[in-house]
C-alpha cells in the first residue's frame, strides 16, 4: 500500500525511518513543519536525499560562499557557482564550460563501475549547460602502488574510465595518478569534462511557463543506487521485501553518447526551455531543482516514468540514479519536433508531467498524490551546519618536524633514478595508453604535457572560424595540504594555473574536487575551512574566479582520514593555438633556462617522500605574485613565438623536470648549477618553469623576464644522447627511459 | 568533376567528423550516409569510420551489418565501389564478410592507444596507391579489440596474393602475422585497424600526416578513373 498525503495527514505519528535515511531528528522535524504534517514515505525520500550532505552542501556551504564573497572581477564568467557548471568566455563568441567533480566512494565499492559512471556523470553536467563535450581529464588517487587493494581498485578504475570515455568519444587529455598510503580505503577518482557552446547558447536548469511539459529521455529507471530508498520501501510499507540492490551505478556509454548527439539536436532545433542531468538523487533533484528555479510550481505522474524493473516503489523510483537520464521542459508545441529527434537517435523519450504556476510540486502513483511540496524548501533551504573546527592536535609536531634533520645523498644520480622510477613519478603510461586521446582530432596538446590543449575552430561544423584554443590542467598535492592546508590549496591553484600558463594559454577560471575526511570531526573540518580560505584567497590574488565544483566529505576509515586533498583545475585561452609550447626539449642546440628563485624546500617534497618517508615541517611557499609574474611572461613568451618549450617545475624540482624534458623527444641536455646541487635539483620551490629558447632569441627573452621582473637563469644548452648536470651526475636518456617506464607495467602488468 | 566520399554514421561511430575533415582537407566532397538509409547518395567510395557501433554490444560490428544502408553498400562493393573501414569499420567490413578473418580481443587484455609503426605492404590499393611500397609510416591505433585472426589458410592465401595492405612493426596486439589492414582480393576493399583520419594535420593528433596518403589516394584514383 502506497503512503499518500492524505494518509499522512490522517496519521501523524506514524514513525519514519528518517534515521535509516541519514537523516537527523531535528532535520526530520524541520520537514514535518514545513509540511505541517508528517511526510509521506516519497517525501521523505525526496528530503532525505536532497538535504544529504553530498545534493545540500550542509557542512561546506558556509565555507565555499568565500569563493563568492572573494571573488576577483572577471569579465569572462558567464555563469558562476550553483548551476550544473559555470560557464566563462574565451572570445569570438564561444564559451567553454567545465567542471570536476569526485566519484570516489563508488569507485571503493565497485572501481569499474564507480569510475565509469563518474565520467558520466560529469559529462551530462556539462551537456546539461546546452554544451558539446569535448574532452575529459581524470584526477586520481590509489593507495600505496605496492599495497594489495591498490591491484583491485586501480585497474578497475582504469579500465571503468577507458571503457566509458572511450565508447563516449571524447579524448581524455589529462590528469594526475598519484599514490600514497593514505589513499587505501578510500580511492580518490574526480572527473572533470569540458565543453565548448556559443555565448548565446547557454542552456540552464529552469522550468518556466505554466503548461509547459517535463519530459524524461533517455535510459528507463532502473533500481540503481537506490540502498537507501530500499530501506524506506521495504521497511515501511510491508512491501514485498525487496532483495539487496547494487547501491553502484552501471553505465551504459553507447546510450550517453546517443545523448549527446540527441541533445545538440536539440539545441539546434531550439526546442528545448529548461534542462537538467539526472544525477545523484535522480528524479527527486531534477523536479525539485527544476521547479524551484523556474515558475515555482510542476505535477507528475510517476506511474508514466519509463522503468527497467516494474517491480519498483515510488520512493525507489524517485532516489535511483539510473545513468543516462536527462529531464527537458519542452513547449507543448514542440513535443513532435522533440520526439522525433529522440526517435532519429534511439533515445526513448516520455512526457511525464507539466510545469504549474502552482508553488507546490505534485507528483500522483496510481491516481493518488504522494509528494505535496514546495519545491524550494528540498532544493535551495537544507539545514546549514557551521561546525566546530579544531586546529589538529599534532599539527604544530607535524610542522615542527622539519625536513632539515634528514641525510642529504652523496649520489645525486642514485637520487635522480630513485625519484623517477618511484610511482608518483614514474611514467603513466600504462595508465594513459589505455585512454582514446585523439578522438574528434582536435587535442593539440596531452598527456604527459603539462596541461591539455584543444583547438576551438573546428568543434562545431559551420561555426565561424577561430585561431583560439583551449588549455586545462588539474592539480592537487595531498601532503603539502596535510602540512598545511591554507598553503596546500593554494599550491594546487598555482601549480594548475602554471601548468595551463607553460603551454602558452592565459589561466581563466577554476574549478574544484575537494576532497577530505568526515565534516564531523572537527579536525577535519578545520583542514577544509583552512584550504577553502587560501584557495578563495589565492583565486582573488591570481584574479581567476571559481565558476564550480564538488565537495567529498566522508574519506575516511574508521577515524583515519585520508590527507587534505583539494584538487583544482585552471582552464585557460590561448589566442592562436598555432603557438602552443610543447613540454620539454624538442630539438638540439637549444638555451635551456630555470625561470624563477628556488630555496631549500623540503617539507612534503617527493624526495623526502621516497628517499625517507618523511613527512614534515611546511609545504613550498606559495608566492602568489611570483605566479602571476611568470605566467605573464610565458604567454606573452608564447604569442611572441620565443619559446620552443616548456616545462613546470613541480614535484622532484629541476632534476625531475630536466629529465621529463629529455623523454619528451628523447633529446639530452647539458645544465650546469652555480649554488648547492642537492637543493638546486630537488628543491620543490613554487612559481618555477624550465624553458627552451633560440640561441638568437634569447635576449629578447631575458629582456620580456626582466621587464616582469622574473629571474632567468642559463642553465645550458639541448642536444646529445645523455642528460649532464656538469660535475654533478650524468646519466643517459635510454637510462631515463627505462626507469621511468618500467614502474607502473612492472606492478600491474 | 569532384570525388564524393560517403562518410557512415552508425549509432555510436566516433570518427566520421574525423574522416569527414580529412576528406575535406585532400579537396575531396565529404557525404554523410546514414545508417538507417538505403541510400548510398551515388558516391564514388565510402568511409566506415571507427567508433563503437551500437556500442559493440554483442560482437563489434555483429549488429551493424544489418543496418539498412550496409544492404546498400555490401552489394556495391562486391561491384568494385572503394570502401575503406577503419578499426569499427574494419570490425564491420568483416563482419559483413567483404573481408575475411576476424578482430578479437588484444592479447594484453588492454584497450591501446599509441602511435604505431607501421609498413605500407602494397599500393595496389585505391586506398594505398600515394604510398611506396615497403614505406614506414606512423598511425595512431587506439582499439581494445584489434588483434587480427584467421585460418591457417587464410593467412596463407592473404599472403599469398598480397592481400596484406598494412603490417604493424612492434606488434600491439597479437594480430597474427602482424597484420594491421588487409584488403579483399579485387583490392577495392581495405580494413585497417590504425586511424588515417588522426594523422592529418600537423597541430593535431598523432605527430606524423601520414593519413593523408589513404586519403590522396583515393582522390587520385576517383579523379584519374
Same mark, same amino acid.
Given at each position: ?69 572573494? $571573488? ?325 609536531? +607535524? ?92 599550491? $594546487? ?75 583544482? @583545475? ?8 598555432? %603557438? %602552443? ?42 608566492? +602568489? ?6 605566467? $605573464? ?34 633529446? @639530452? ?34 629582456? +620580456? ?31 631515463? %627511459? ?12 | ?23 575535406? &582537407? ?13 541510400? &548510398? ?150 580494413? &585497417? ?18 593519413? &593523408? ?13
Amino acid at each position: 500500500m502506497t503512503d499518500n498525503v492524505e494518509r499522512a495527514a490522517g496519521t501523524p505519528d506514524e514513525p519514519m525511518p528518517f534515521a535509516e535515511l541519514g537523516m537527523k531528528q531535528d532535520e526530520y522535524d524541520r520537514v514535518k513543519e514545513i509540511l505541517g504534517r508528517r511526510p509521506t514515505g516519497s517525501e521523505l525520500a525526496i528530503y532525505s536525499v536532497m538535504w544529504s550532505e553530498h545534493c545540500s552542501y550542509k557542512s561546506s556551504k558556509v565555507h565555499l560562499k568565500q569563493f563568492a564573497t572573494k $571573488a576577483p572581477k572577471s569579465d569572462a564568467l558567464l555563469v558562476g557557482m550553483g548551476e550544473n557548471a559555470g560557464v566563462v568566455d574565451i572570445g569570438d563568441g564561444w564559451a567553454a564550460t567545465f567542471k570536476i567533480e569526485s566519484h570516489n566512494h563508488p569507485s571503493y565499492v565497485e572501481p569499474h563501475q564507480g569510475a565509469a559512471t563518474g565520467v558520466g556523470g560529469i559529462v551530462r553536467d556539462i551537456m546539461s549547460m546546452g554544451a558539446r563535450p569535448i574532452a575529459v581529464m581524470d584526477a586520481l588517487r590509489f593507495g600505496g602502488a605496492d599495497q594489495n587493494d591498490t591491484r583491485r581498485v586501480l585497474p578497475g578504475v582504469v579500465e571503468g574510465i577507458s571503457s566509458y570515455g572511450n565508447c563516449l568519444g571524447l579524448p581524455n587529455i589529462g590528469g594526475e595518478v598519484v599514490f600514497d598510503p593514505c589513499y587505501i580505503g578510500n580511492p580518490l577518482v574526480n572527473a572533470l569534462c569540458v565543453g565548448l557552446l556559443r555565448k548565446d547558447q547557454i542552456k540552464l536548469a529552469t522550468a518556466p511557463g505554466p503548461g509547459n511539459k517535463v519530459v524524461l529521455f533517455g535510459a528507463s529507471t532502473g533500481p540503481d543506487g537506490i540502498g537507501g530508498a530500499s530501506v524506506l520501501a521495504s521497511a515501511t510499507f510491508e512491501d514485498e521485501s525487496q532483495a539487496k540492490r547494487p547501491a553502484v551505478q552501471v553505465g551504459d556509454p553507447f546510450m550517453e553518447k546517443l545523448l549527446i548527439e540527441c541533445c545538440l539536436e536539440l539545441y539546434a532545433a531550439d526546442v528545448v526551455v529548461g534542462i537538467q542531468d539526472l544525477g545523484a538523487a535522480g528524479v527527486s533533484c531534477a523536479t525539485t531543482e527544476l521547479a524551484a528555479k523556474g515558475t515555482g510550481g510542476m505535477s507528475v505522474d510517476l506511474n508514466l516514468v519509463p522503468l527497467r524493473d516494474p517491480s519498483l516503489r515510488p520512493e525507489e523510483i524517485l532516489m535511483s540514479e539510473s545513468q543516462e537520464r536527462m529531464m527537458a521542459v519542452v513547449r507543448p508545441s514542440d513535443i513532435p519536433a522533440f520526439t522525433a529527434i529522440c526517435e532519429k537517435w534511439d533515445v526513448p523519450a516520455t512526457v511525464i508531467g507539466e510545469v504549474t504556476d502552482t508553488g507546490r510540486l505534485v507528483m500522483t502513483w496510481d491516481g493518488e498524490v504522494i509528494v505535496d511540496i514546495p519545491p524550494g524548501t528540498a532544493a535551495d533551504d537544507g539545514p546549514v551546519y557551521e561546525r566546530p573546527l579544531r586546529e589538529p592536535a599534532g599539527q604544530a609536531a +607535524l610542522n615542527a618536524d622539519v625536513p632539515d634533520r634528514l641525510d642529504r645523498p652523496a649520489d645525486l644520480r642514485a637520487t635522480l633514478l630513485e625519484l623517477l622510477g618511484s610511482p608518483n613519478l614514474a611514467s603513466k603510461e600504462w595508465v594513459t595508453s589505455q585512454y582514446d586521446r585523439y578522438v574528434r582530432s582536435n587535442t593539440v596538446l596531452a598527456q604527459p604535457a603539462d596541461a591539455g590543449m584543444l583547438r576551438v575552430s573546428e568543434v562545431m561544423a559551420g561555426a565561424e572560424p577561430t585561431t583560439r584554443g583551449i588549455a586545462l590542467a588539474t592539480d592537487g598535492n595531498g601532503r603539502y595540504a596535510k602540512l598545511d592546508p591554507y598553503a596546500g590549496a593554494q599550491l $594546487a591553484l598555482a601549480e594548475a594555473y602554471r601548468n595551463v600558463a607553460v603551454t602558452g594559454a592565459r589561466p581563466l577560471a577554476v574549478t574544484n574536487c575537494l576532497n577530505f575526511g568526515s565534516p564531523e570531526d572537527p579536525e577535519v573540518m578545520w583542514q577544509f575551512a583552512e584550504a577553502v580560505r587560501g584557495l578563495a584567497d589565492a583565486c582573488r590574488t591570481l584574479g581567476v574566479p571559481v565558476t564550480g565544483g564538488n565537495v567529498s566529505f566522508y574519506n575516511q576509515t574508521g577515524a583515519t582520514a585520508i590527507h587534505p586533498t583539494p584538487v583544482v @583545475g585552471v582552464l585557460g585561452v590561448i589566442d592562436d593555438v598555432a %603557438r %602552443r609550447v610543447p613540454t620539454g626539449f624538442t630539438t638540439e642546440g637549444l638555451r635551456v633556462a630555470l625561470l624563477g628563485e628556488t630555496a631549500a624546500e623540503f617539507g612534503g617534497s617527493e624526495w623526502a617522500h621516497v628517499a625517507h618517508g618523511h613527512l614534515g615541517g611546511l609545504p613550498p611557499q606559495a608566492d +602568489l605574485e611570483a605566479e602571476r609574474s611568470l605566467a $605573464a611572461v610565458l604567454v606573452s613568451a608564447a604569442a611572441e613565438g620565443l619559446l620552443e618549450g616548456s616545462h613546470d617545475l613541480s614535484d622532484g624540482g629541476l632534476a625531475v623536470a630536466l629529465a621529463e624534458s629529455c623523454l619528451a623527444r628523447g633529446v @639530452g641536455a647539458s645544465v650546469s648549477l652555480t649554488d648547492d646541487a642537492f637543493t638546486g635539483l630537488f628543491s620543490e620551490s613554487a612559481a618555477r618553469a624550465l624553458v627552451t629558447v633560440r640561441p638568437e632569441a634569447f635576449d629578447r627573452f631575458a629582456k +620580456l623576464c626582466a621587464d616582469h621582473e622574473v629571474p632567468c637563469y642559463g642553465l645550458g644548452a639541448t642536444g646529445g644522447a645523455s642528460l649532464v648536470v656538469e660535475g654533478v651526475l650524468e646519466v643517459t636518456v635510454a637510462e631515463l %627511459r627505462e626507469t621511468h617506464a618500467g614502474t607502473l607495467p612492472a606492478l600491474f602488468g | 568533376m569532384s570525388a564524393r566520399v560517403g562518410i557512415v554514421t552508425f549509432p555510436g561511430t566516433l570518427d566520421d567528423q574525423d574522416a569527414a575533415r580529412a576528406v575535406r &582537407l585532400v579537396g575531396a566532397e565529404a557525404v554523410p550516409l546514414w545508417h538507417a538509409d538505403h541510400d &548510398l547518395k551515388g558516391v564514388d567510395a565510402v568511409f566506415l569510420p571507427g567508433g563503437f557501433s551500437y556500442g559493440d554490444y554483442l560482437r563489434c560490428g555483429a549488429i551493424s551489418r544489418f543496418a539498412p544502408l550496409m544492404r546498400e553498400l555490401v552489394p556495391a562493393a562486391r561491384q568494385g565501389l572503394p570502401v575503406l573501414g577503419t578499426c569499427n569499420g574494419f570490425q564491420i567490413l568483416c563482419e559483413a564478410h567483404l573481408l575475411p578473418g576476424a578482430l578479437t580481443r588484444n592479447a594484453s587484455l588492454h584497450y591501446v592507444c599509441r602511435d604505431q609503426r607501421l609498413k605500407v605492404e602494397t599500393t595496389a590499393t585505391p586506398w594505398t596507391n600515394a604510398f611506396a611500397a615497403g614505406q614506414e609510416i606512423v598511425l595512431p591505433i587506439k582499439h581494445g579489440e584489434g588483434r587480427y585472426v584467421a585460418s591457417a589458410d587464410t593467412l596463407a592465401a592473404l599472403e599469398a596474393n598480397g592481400q596484406v595492405v598494412v603490417r604493424y612493426l612492434g606488434n600491439p596486439n597479437g594480430s597474427l602475422n602482424d597484420i594491421a589492414g588487409i584488403r579483399n582480393e579485387a583490392g577495392n576493399v581495405v580494413g &585497417l585497424m590504425p586511424h588515417p583520419e588522426h594523422a592529418v594535420e600537423d597541430l593535431v593528433g598523432a605527430p606524423s600526416t601520414d593519413g &593523408l596518403g589513404f586519403f590522396t589516394s583515393i582522390l587520385k584514383k576517383l579523379v584519374d578513373a
